[in-house]
């Protein structure tokens, strides 16, 4: 028996006009005969005619569907028991702000699907929007670098950049990134940014997307060794950018046995290990953080480290971009995901407050939380693109069975959080963090 496949309306976000499932694979789905209900919206980057015109029907909340399809997180009480729904939950490492949103989902007996979770026998995602968060995280954050420097009355290439959600396509932005690279080369930055230095942290999706807006501009690349004697070259030439990409041995350190680090330890054995990542943060203009953090492992930036270096006249970054966005994770200060509308804060050392906008003492922080919905026809096509293959198996399951009988593709079954409001087996961790929120 076929499913009814629904696609809400998102309304975490203001700005959120990101859709799972677009056009042009719903009508791949009705014309092998499955019916798709569609949520009117206004803000969607497809419009509820190019739905229509897919097959889908437009329907008002509830849907009758029972396999329902989001982005961002469902709001409480959005759930009816026996239903599947997918979407970023945001719940497997136990975040605070989502455990009610946890505990009403088993409350109401649902399957849950994580998108974050949808992965291969390796353990790789397969399903995601990392590429277009650190292709708008890097826009944004040199666009913000602009801005900032202007507000100090330094002018820079920069300046010629817009929030990324301003243009009508990743490739307009990337045109105007080419033309500040263009400019750099010819006439060089002011001494006052000079050297320009940009660190990325990790080496995944995420982090592929900020380098490829990166590398349309002047850049020589370094490694986290040679980055302290940057500063000291009498020469400080203008007209190129350095990048240094830092890995898992670059931001820890073995407590004993410093020497020695194992990847594969650190990942299970965090607590061998101690942050070593502060002593890059002086020689860093701008600090692009897109790694995977959780509580176990070091933070990279501190409140006290900052209060210490801004104390002692030591220099911080300009901009940091955090893509991470993860509330006082690993960089500490992030205080909130910011909205695509409101996008900066200063942070003061001085006096560990905030200030929303770009005015203000301290390290300015990019934290937006929804970064690929600045993109976000690109970004919906691909992730779509993902999804698509697995959808037509997933909407004709039996899910009366167990789950161990439960055929579904793989990468969905080991995405699963959920089923019929149990924890699977992969994720009875989880009860902890209900069990601890009582």
């Not at 009508?27 to 949520?39: N, R, S």
């Not at 439960?406 to 994720?427: C, N, Q, S, V």
Request: hydrophobic content about 35%; aromatic content about 10%; proline content about 7%.
């Amino acid at each position: 028996m076929k499913q009814i496949i629904g696609i809400r309306y998102e309304d975490k976000y203001l700005m959120e006009k990101r859709v799972a499932l677009v056009p042009e694979h719903v009508k791949q789905l009705t014309d092998a005969g499955f019916k798709v209900e569609v949520v009117p919206s206004e803000k969607r980057i497809f419009k509820d005619e190019e739905y229509v015109k897919s097959g889908a029907v437009l329907k008002p909340e509830p849907l009758n569907a029972s396999l329902i399809l989001g982005v961002k997180e469902m709001p409480i009480d959005y759930f009816k028991e026996g239903n599947t729904y997918i979407f970023f939950s945001h719940t497997i490492k136990g975040q605070p702000y989502n455990m009610p949103l946890l505990q009403n989902m088993i409350d109401h007996k649902i399957n849950l699907i994580d998108y974050e979770r949808i992965v291969d026998e390796q353990g790789r995602r397969l399903i995601f929007f990392g590429r277009f968060a650190g292709l708008a995280g890097m826009i944004n954050s040199l666009w913000s670098l602009g801005v900032r420097m202007e507000k100090k009355g330094i002018e820079t290439p920069f300046k010629k950049l817009k929030q990324t959600h301003n243009y009508n396509s990743l490739e307009e932005a990337k045109a105007v990134v080419k033309e500040i690279g263009d400019e750099i080369r010819l006439k060089g930055l002011p001494s006052e940014l000079t050297p320009l230095t940009i660190g990325i942290t990790g080496y995944g999706h995420v982090s592929k997307g900020a380098q490829e807006i990166l590398e349309l501009l002047p850049v020589r690349e370094i490694s986290p060794e040679e980055l302290a004697g940057i500063k000291k070259q009498k020469s400080k030439p203008g007209n190129f950018i350095y990048k240094v990409v830092f890995k898992e041995k670059d931001l820890v350190k073995r407590i004993e046995n410093p020497d020695s680090f194992s990847l594969e330890e650190y990942y299970h054995h965090p607590d061998m290990y101690k942050g070593i990542f502060e002593q890059y943060i002086p020689h860093l203009k701008i600090l692009m953080n897109c790694m995977y953090w959780d509580e176990r492992y070091p933070r990279i930036i501190t409140k006290k480290f900052l209060k210490k270096a801004w104390d002692n006249g030591i220099s911080i970054p300009e901009v940091i971009g955090d893509i991470t966005c993860d509330p006082e994770g690993s960089v500490e200060i992030t205080f909130k995901g910011t909205p695509i509308e409101d996008p900066v804060f200063v942070y003061n050392p001085e006096t560990g407050k905030h200030t929303m906008g770009f005015d203000g003492e301290g390290v300015l922080v990019m934290a937006v939380d929804i970064l690929p919905s600045e993109l976000p026809r690109e970004s919906s096509m691909a992730f779509s693109s993902a999804l698509m293959p697995f959808l037509p198996q997933l909407a004709t399951a039996d899910f009366s069975v167990s789950f161990d009988n439960l055929e579904i593709p793989g990468p969905l079954k080991r995405g699963m959080i959920l089923y019929h409001g149990a924890f699977t087996p992969d994720y009875t961790y989880m009860s902890e963090f209900i069990t601890n929120k009582k």
